[in-house]
């Protein structure tokens, strides 16, 4: 069983930065895609970025060119690195680990992008 935890969200302005860590419990080895979801409330769950184990990256395209997905040198750890936001960006955003038909989610750490 693999536990991740999320943190690095909270208050930003418009325009402002934050960076978003997902920490799993163990260290991945093999073939496995790690992401970073996220949900407004009234609304489903929405994918944002994606990181393969041979570090291909994916993004939505309310993303793109704002946002970076990465992992840190530990393996351990996944990044996402939010500039430009806009009050659209706020949600809770959790961290998805999939390992073949396996899914593990992190509880979620809320983004609140307001002036």
């Known amino acids: 069983q693999v536990q991740l935890v999320e943190s690095g969200g909270g208050l930003v302005q418009p325009g402002g930065s934050l960076r978003l860590s997902c920490a799993a419990s163990?260290?991945?080895?093999?073939?496995?895609?790690t992401g970073w979801y996220r949900q407004a409330p009234g609304n489903q769950r929405d994918l944002v970025a994606t990181?393969?184990?041979?570090?291909?990256?994916s993004y939505a395209d309310s993303v793109k060119g704002r946002f970076t997905i990465s992992r840190g040198n530990a393996k351990n750890t996944v990044y996402l690195q939010m500039n430009s936001l806009k009050p659209e960006d706020t949600a809770v955003y959790y961290c998805?680990?999939?390992?073949?038909?396996?899914?593990?989610w992190g509880q979620g750490t809320q983004v609140t992008v307001a002036s």
């Open positions: 163990a260290t991945i080895v093999g073939i496995y895609v």
């Open positions: 998805n680990l999939k390992i073949g038909a396996v899914d593990y």
């Open positions: 990181i393969t184990s041979g570090s291909t990256t």
